[in-house]
């Protein structure tokens, strides 16, 4: 069974910065696509992030365009998000996902809580 795990969360102070990592069981991981979501604290769960096989990347341009970016390092199985000038708004449980022989994200780590204070 795939697995995801996602670590690097925490505590940062607004206009900070955090790299979220999520390391994959998945063999064929250099094949897949693998997104970032995240849902705060009452709300639904929001799409924030995703990279192709190709390295093609999508974003949420409404929140965190130009703010955030998506990686992938295959050989080590991992998916990054690296995230600056953070927001209070930006505080959510942070999850990775994977489509894995779908064309929907599937696959779901535990999640990774980040807190941004103002």
Known sequence: ???????????????????????????????LT?????QAPGQEREFVASISWRLTTTYNTDSVKG?????????KKTVYL????????????YYCAAKIRSQDFNVWGQGTLVGVSS
């Open 1 to 31: 069974q795939v697995q995801l795990v996602e670590s690097g969360g925490g505590l940062v102070q607004a206009g900070g910065s955090l790299t979220l990592s999520c390391a994959a069981s998945e063999r064929t991981f250099s094949g």
């Open 34 to 38: 693998m997104g970032w979501f995240r």
């Open 67 to 75: 703010r955030f970016t998506i990686s992938r390092d295959n050989p």
């Open 82 to 93: 690296q995230m600056n000038s953070l927001k209070p708004e930006d505080t959510a449980v």
